[in-house]
């Protein structure tokens, strides 16, 4: 096993005019044995990022190690890893048990005695020992996927590559493989990157995630570390579901003026010292209803979901999302005040996005 290590690394497609920087100036240490989901919008890089760890594009410049060997100038088949993609193309003409061998045969020197044994060790771990004589067209789009895994896994490889492995299943069977999948992470071992634009994939699988935007990292840290601290709006933005909500304020001394009668006063004025106005966010679960003081808003929607509700809010032509107990249940059209505390309130410059500490 081993980690893998990307400095500086940036990769350009095309030439002259047409030059487009998918991926610019990544650092990013993948430790040995760890589960890093590399998640972000569409068009931001990801995929790219993972296919250079491959070996399938090259850098444009910077280096990626996997341990202590830098494996930047080697081809893919010489990387030692194993990738699995959203489209997983298992050879139809082929059962499950020749689908699981085949790479096996053409890229390594294993007996056919060591390839069934591989074989059956991985169907035995994915629960399809079942079906290595079906045809791919004869199984479930679960059970298909996990063929596709278990060509991955039959290989022993020292990386993991994903690329949304789980879009194409639907919504029940996407978390239980993502269940199965982490569990079978923990078990063997294998260093995995795993990319997905799913924040909410993101934040249950990683052990760390990796967050980008526009071809660069912007945060990595543990789920909940990103989720609480955010190092700017983007992050903040793009983590969470519903997402954050996000005002901008002036700054008068140490109370912070936004739309409506919105007003919230700082225990401690320094983090907007110097700032005429910032961004001030806060997430739909922190929202607290409170009969008297706080902010007025309109209830626009009010959505119950059974053990909790969700309420859109509207402050002076913004809207705000709530996320309250389902004891409470106001109406549409009705006033409802709202505060929430300082441990829950993030700051922004509005101009780079970056938090203020
Ligand atoms: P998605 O989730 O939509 O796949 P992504 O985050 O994986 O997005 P990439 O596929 O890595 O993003 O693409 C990053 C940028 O690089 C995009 O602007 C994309 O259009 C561009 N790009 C990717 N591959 C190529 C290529 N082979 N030639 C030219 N441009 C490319």
């Known amino acids: 096993m081993s980690s893998i290590q990307l400095d500086a690394v940036r990769k350009e497609f095309g030439s002259g005019g047409q030059k487009i920087v998918a991926v610019e100036n990544v650092d990013l240490e993948i430790r040995d044995g760890e589960f890093l989901v590399l998640v972000g919008p569409s068009g931001c890089g990801k995929t790219t990022t993972l296919r250079c760890v491959a070996g399938l594009e090259d850098v444009t410049s910077g280096t990626i190690t996997f341990g202590s060997r830098d494996v930047t100038d080697l081809r893919a088949r010489d990387r030692d890893v194993a990738m699995v993609f959203q489209n997983y193309a298992l050879y139809p003409h082929m059962n499950v048990r020749q689908n699981l061998g085949f790479g096996l045969k053409l890229s390594t020197k294993l007996t056919t005695a060591e390839i069934t044994e591989r074989v059956e060790d991985a169907a035995s771990m994915l629960g ?8 791919p067209k004869e199984l479930s789009g ?5 063929v596709a895994l278990g060509r991955a896994i039959v290989r022993e490889p020292e990386v993991f590559l994903m690329d949304e492995p789980l879009s194409n299943l639907d919504a029940k069977l996407r978390s239980e493989m993502r269940t199965e999948l982490q569990e079978l992470q923990q078990t063997l071992g294998v260093t995995t990157v795993y990319v997905t634009h799913d924040q909410t994939e993101a934040m249950a699988m990683g052990d760390r995630i990796a967050v980008m935007n526009d071809g660069e990292l912007q945060q990595v840290g543990a789920p909940e570390t990103v989720y609480r601290s955010p190092t700017n709006e983007f992050v903040a933005d793009f983590i969470g579901s519903p997402s954050i909500n996000l005002l901008t304020v ?25 700032y005429d106005r910032v961004r001030a966010g806060f997430r739909p679960e922190d929202v607290e209803l409170v009969p008297e003081g706080g902010t007025s808003t309109t209830v626009n929607v009010a959505e119950h979901m059974g053990n909790e509700n969700f309420l859109y809010l509207e402050l002076a032509g913004r809207e705000l999302t709530a996320r309250i107990d389902s004891a409470v249940r106001p109406e549409t059209g009705e006033t409802v005040r709202f505060t929430f505390g300082e441990e829950a309130l993030y700051l922004f410059d509005p101009d780079t996005g970056d938090a203020l500490k």
Request: net charge negative; proline share 5%.
């Open 128 to 135: 399809i020992e079942d079906l290595l004589d079906d045809k």
């Open 250 to 274: 002036d700054v008068e001394g140490s109370t912070l003026v936004g739309p409506g009668d919105f007003e919230y006063d700082l225990s401690d004025e320094s983090p907007v010292q110097g």
């Open 142 to 146: 679960g059970q298909q996927q996990r």
